[in-house]
């Protein structure tokens, strides 16, 4: 039977690589910040400009009326942040402003597709390496047109992690963070790592350079395409609690294999962090 998303699939990978030049050439000109959440959740033009891009581009292409959207920028300006069952994009324009704004090499146009609120396909850009991750529903997973498959490493004692501190330095959540890294550490692992972005993270488990990435307070445009890259690649997606993955807890462990997941999920240290799809009036800055 064909695909019907396949269109879209491929749309997707263009508009993330138009994305990613607009990205690369911002990257060598002066790039002025501003903050969100916090002093340290950061946003660029660049941000908002390549989100009205790719936005404007899909709008263009499958029409405003059928399609829903869920993007960084758009949703920091008020916009709602529902998942519904109608096809919907979930995006992220510049997953690792920070690194962007300090020159760390590792930045991503994530764009992810769900359609009665199952993601169909993730499409990641790690833009200052030239990379493309893609992966489509049941169809496999890919790093510019190879097959990506995660690690085999069953033994935790074998395997590097990754985490990420996040934007809320609220001092009670920090220390529950870094007491979670402490033990993964001294389990002992090989190693922690994060690369700052978490759409590279997932890349980076679903190509078997890491066992796994965690993280609570990170959003559904961050995770979405990562997602179903690991999933296709082999791996799986928990909620940190051991229950099933939900996007839009803003909660998540991606792993070569439940056997990792699961050891790591016995360490965490789980603290609060409000759904993406909280009303917004209740949303708290
Ligand atoms: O750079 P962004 O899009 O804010 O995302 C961060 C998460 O806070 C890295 O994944
Ligand atoms: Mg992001």
């Known amino acids: 039977m064909e695909d019907p998303w396949q269109e879209a699939y491929d749309f997707a990978v263009e508009v993330a690589r138009g994305a990613g030049a607009v990205i690369r050439k911002a990257a060598e000109s002066e790039i002025k910040v501003s903050t969100k959440s916090s002093t340290v959740d950061l946003v660029t033009k660049t941000d908002e400009r390549v989100e009205k891009i790719i936005i404007g581009s899909l709008k263009e ?3 405003e009326g059928t399609h829903c959207f869920i993007g960084e920028e758009s949703v920091a300006n008020g916009e709602s942040c529902n998942l519904t069952d109608k ?3 979930i995006i992220d324009p510049v997953d690792g402003t920070t690194n962007f704004v300090h020159g760390f090499p590792f930045v991503a146009v994530s764009i992810a597709f769900a359609v009665n609120k199952q993601l169909e396909f993730g499409v990641i850009y790690s833009c200052l390496e030239d990379k493309m991750y893609r992966a489509r529903r049941g169809k496999g997973a890919f790093c510019d047109d190879e097959p990506l498959a995660v690690s085999d490493v069953a033994d935790i004692h074998k395997s590097i992690i990754i985490s990420e501190h996040g934007t809320d330095r609220s001092p009670e959540k920090v220390k529950k963070i870094f007491s979670t890294m402490q033990k993964i550490l001294c389990i002992p692992v090989h190693g922690l790592r994060g690369s700052g972005t978490a759409a590279t993270n997932m890349c980076l488990v679903a190509s078997g350079a890491v066992e796994a990435f965690f993280e609570i307070g990170i959003h559904c445009w961050d ?5 179903v890259i ?3 690649a082999g791996g799986v997606l928990l909620d940190v609690d051991g229950g099933p993955f939900d996007l839009m807890s803003r909660r998540m462990v991606s792993a070569n294999n439940e056997t990792i997941a699961r050891r790591i999920i016995k360490e965490i240290e789980i603290f609060d962090s409000e759904r993406d799809d909280a009303p917004v009036q209740k949303k708290k800055k």
């Open 87 to 89: 096809p919907t994009w």
């Open 230 to 232: 690991v999933k296709e």
């Open 61 to 63: 292409q499958f029409g």
């Open 223 to 227: 995770i979405a395409a990562g997602a």
